[in-house]
């Protein structure tokens, strides 16, 4: 997470910084990142489930590191035609579709049941500590050392988290004899789109997510450069966003609500205050608090959202139904980076963040309103999974 951090602040004002190219080139570049992702989500969740999810881990960060590795070297060398740039997006991307999926299931693997909900909260607040970290350096390194350097970093860090993982042991995740590839495809689809406080939830996220993409990776690097001062007030709105989950991941860790996913939902608008901020052209300081007011929300909600998923799924399955998850939620993530880089060259990005932020506000509200969520209440045997 702390090379991690480097990463969407270095690739978006590196490719900012190259010549002729403009927002909709950034849009695109993260597009062909998110596409792969996409596209082998569900083949990541049958993996997953298949084998040792320590080992499925391992290999993501390793492939991960090389494509990082690949974009530092074009950018430091200059020579970075966005053939090349959406290439290695596109093998990051690829990469991230096999570790999300095993991530969820890991957690699963080695925590009983009753105390997953502290284990997520403590897993954030190490990652959160590091994110924060990473934001802070990465705006001072890419303004001082350049966006090339920061990505060296970030390249690095994948190769640590390798060795890192790769001390992992399992009680056992690889499961022998299973299915063709279709049939684990149609138990994990029948696992997923049988439990509607699940996709619905995830359809809602859907649409949060990339007006996310459109704000954090297009239109809000976008409006740092034009109006806020470049790289390192964005830095500082980024690093209010990481200090605000890591508040939230304590208050998550001591928040026991009788009905988790409900009031996890309830949360969620609040991921659209920065954007309005943004879009209203508020002072960098206000921007900042109503970055911070998002990452509380955001960790409070994953903390409930990770352990009602790892609570309410069956382990044999969960790495597929994460992969479905996955793919729903991470589904409009390249059309929002886009139609964010057009919108910005239409009516601005100050009026794009306002539109997306909206959005954001009314995906959240439709998500409560439904009674599978509104009504839902978690198994009282959280030590047994249906």
Known sequence: MLGSAFGPIALAFGVLSLPGTTSA?????LAAQGVPQLALLLLGGVI???FPRNRVLVVAELVSGLAYAGLATMLLTGQAPIV??????FVAGAASALLLPSLTGTVADLVPADELQRANGQLRLGTNSARIAGVLAAGAIVAWLGPGIALVVDAATYFVAAGLLSAVRLPGSAVAGRRDLLGDLRVGWHEFASRSWLWSTVAAAAVINAALTAAFGVLGPAMAKE?????VAWSLVLAGYAVGMLAGVVVAIRFK???PLPTAVMFAPLLALPLLALGFRAPVPVIVVAAFCAGVATDIFGVLWDTTMQTEVPADALSRVSSYEYLVSLSLKPVGAVVAGLVAAELGPATGLL???GLMVV???????HPAVRHHLPRQDLGVRP
Not at 84 to 89: G, K, S, V
Not at 363 to 369: I, K, Q
Request: contains cysteine; hydrophobic residues 55%.
């Open 25 to 29: 080139t950034l849009g695109v570049v």
């Open 48 to 50: 997953g489930d298949r």
């Open 84 to 89: 090349l740039l959406c290439t290695a997006a």
């Open 227 to 231: 109006r806020l001062g470049g790289a």
């Open 257 to 259: 609500p009788r009905r």
């Open 355 to 357: 539109l997306f932020g």
């Open 363 to 369: 995906a959240a509200a439709s998500a409560l309103a």
